[in-house]
């Protein structure tokens, strides 16, 4: 049953002001610490199986002992309506899954975001407990743009009785590493997979497909080192990968105060076969992007015969068909 806004309580004293989210799960909503004043969050489950109320139970169990501080902490379980809920802290700084929310955050800031989820795995691995679905929902901000780590409801924990049947795979299909997909054992190097691909995405915006292994990230426009890191995250192969989230934050952190390219507030428009029909020579790549409204270089400064542009007009097609953008295009003209 749906809690009221203004009227529930949970265990007398968190009452409900309102629905932060709702899923398929069950909801998530703001409440007030009526004994404190405080705000806290409540996930309120709607278990339809057995399992699924084992699951909820495991989380609770998982993010208790796990705690930190780049875990979103349990500050308790109870019971409303018959249906089990789960309290939890309160993040003022909303979560990744709103763009907005990453619209207002710079490089940097975007760069610490990543290292504070490894923070956040390096505990949960050294508890051998494998998160198997980290992604921009589940990373949730504070007021100073710290993150922390949320969601344990797929983890694996071997301390616990496996709730999958076998070949069932848990976790956002877009956002696993191919092993985690193909339903084999869990291994916290899927986790620095979806790290990468959440680095890459917070960067570029370019979201994963769940089309493994023929879809790779573009790496569009990021510089060294971060270009590199991202790529060894997102490795097809788990022993091409960092070993562990200590040392794939360890790079990351070595990366910081240096240039990294982020695209993502840049308005972005697709790449048509009208537009390259329009790119027939260099000059009439500038028309086309002074119609878009992207800068070009003045007449006399611009050289019709500049090496390379011609080659990059045949990799424009196959851009295409890859679905890149106008602004994609550009960046591979900055690259020559």
Known sequence: MPLIIGQSYVDGRYRIVRLL?????????QAVDTRTGGAVAVKLSEPRLPVDRERFDREQRVQERLGGDHIVRALGSFTTNGAPCTVLEFMTGGSL???AVIDALDSEAKLNIVVDV????EAAHAAHVVHRDVKPANVLLDDRRRAKLADFGCAHDPGDVPLTRTNEVLGTEAWMAPEQAAAQPADPRDDLFAAGLLLNFLLTGERPHANWPSWRPRLAGLDEPVRSIVARATAPRRAD????????????????GRAVTS?????????SLTDLRLMSGPREVRQV?????????????FVADQPG???LWGR?????????????????????
């Open 21 to 29: 989210g709702q899923g398929g799960y069950g909801a998530v909503y």
């Open 97 to 99: 899954a709103d763009d």
């Open 118 to 121: 490894l923070r956040a795995l």
């Open 241 to 256: 990968r960092f070993t562990t989230a200590a040392a794939m934050r360890a790079a990351l952190e070595g990366a910081r």
């Open 263 to 271: 695209h993502r507030a840049r308005p972005v428009r697709r790449l």
């Open 289 to 301: 992007f002074r119609k878009l409204g992207y800068p070009v270089l003045p007449d006399e400064d």
């Open 309 to 311: 542009n011609f080659e």
């Open 316 to 336: 424009a097609a196959e851009l295409t068909e890859e679905g890149w953008t106008l602004a994609d295009f550009r960046d591979g003209v900055n690259d020559l």
